[in-house]
């Protein structure tokens, strides 16, 4: 019986595109690398759309011919081909995460840095669990609780990321106000002790924080929100974009005007400073 398929995961994806990216650099088309390599060109082609694995020795092989010695590069791509099939910790939620949020939780575990614009909610790396189950349950329209509660502990597995001890990512994450100011019916203490929670999150040295004020000036962010995930040289940038339907995400260079964009909401939002006064204020609004 023939083989099944292989099914890309992020991480293969992301492989594919890199060496892509660098046979086009070297100046080498998909018949010419694969001839170097005593392929065919079919099967440079499956690797580079993620179609097909490759071994990190091949990797490193694929590179010689490339003329890519950057130890740091050839490192980070032979480790990324051996960990394109690793199953991690969220896969045991497949029943409730989907296969988009399992590739967000992914390219998370891998990142070196995580910028979040975040207009209507407080980002997933920072809430609460009572928080998310809120938000969760509201944004619902067909999950029952059994799925909720799984879906929260989904989102608190995904924080230990931030306090792993062997180099954790940096996490910027700017919050429109007008999100810091929501009011929970089921649980009115709910905003409180998130903004603690946040406050709490702005003295770990990876954190930081940002409030955008209601009075800012106009900015990108006004298109909708975002998280870009940046990983070492030569992985692309990605971007996830959300809505009802689904996950979308970009990636390579169709990720630089979204990491400019970053930048102009970065500079419109409040000083860090300013923004750790603005949430101690808002969290006292909530005591009330």
């Known amino acids: 019986m023939p083989n099944s398929p292989l099914v890309p995961t992020i991480r293969r994806r992301r492989l594919g595109s890199a060496l892509r990216r660098l046979r086009h650099d070297a100046g080498f088309t998909l018949e010419t690398a694969a001839g170097a390599m005593g ?18 020795a091949d990797v490193g092989a694929v590179l010689t011919v490339y003329g890519v010695n950057d130890p740091t590069v050839r490192t980070a791509l032979e ?29 998370e575990a891998d990142a070196e840095a995580i910028h979040v614009w975040a207009p209507l909610l407080v980002p997933g790396l ?35 990321v931030l306090s792993r001890p062997d180099e954790a990512p940096e996490l910027w994450a700017i919050i429109h106000e007008a999100a810091l100011h929501q009011r929970f019916a089921v ?21 930081t924080v940002q409030v955008m004020p209601l009075d800012s000036t106009p900015h990108p962010g006004l298109v909708g929100g975002y998280a870009l995930t940046h990983f070492p040289q030569p992985m692309p ?45 808002i969290e006292e609004g909530h005591r009330t």
């Not at 392929?39 to 990190?56: M, T, Y």
């Not at 649980?187 to 954190?207: G, S, Y």
């Open 39 to 56: 392929w065919k060109a079919p099967k440079l082609s499956k690797i580079e759309s993620a179609h097909q694995a490759i071994r990190p």
């Open 79 to 107: 480790n990324l081909a051996r960990d394109a099939g690793k199953k991690g910790w969220w896969q045991t939620y497949s029943g409730v995460a989907s296969p988009a949020y399992a590739d967000h939780i992914s390219l």
């Open 187 to 207: 649980r009115p203490a709910t905003m409180r002790d998130q903004l603690r929670r946040l406050r709490e999150a702005c003295e770990m040295p990876n954190v």
């Open 126 to 160: 920072l809430q609460t669990a009572a928080y998310a189950r809120e938000t969760i349950t509201g944004a619902t329209t067909s999950r029952t609780v059994e799925e909720v509660t799984a879906l929260v502990e989904v989102r608190m597995a995904r924080q230990a």
């Open 237 to 281: 940038t990605v971007v996830l974009l959300e809505n009802l339907s689904g996950a979308t995400y970009v990636e390579g260079d169709d990720a630089a005007p979204f990491t400019k964009a970053f930048d102009r909401i970065r500079a419109a939002a409040l000083p860090v400073e300013d923004s750790l006064a603005r949430i101690v204020q």
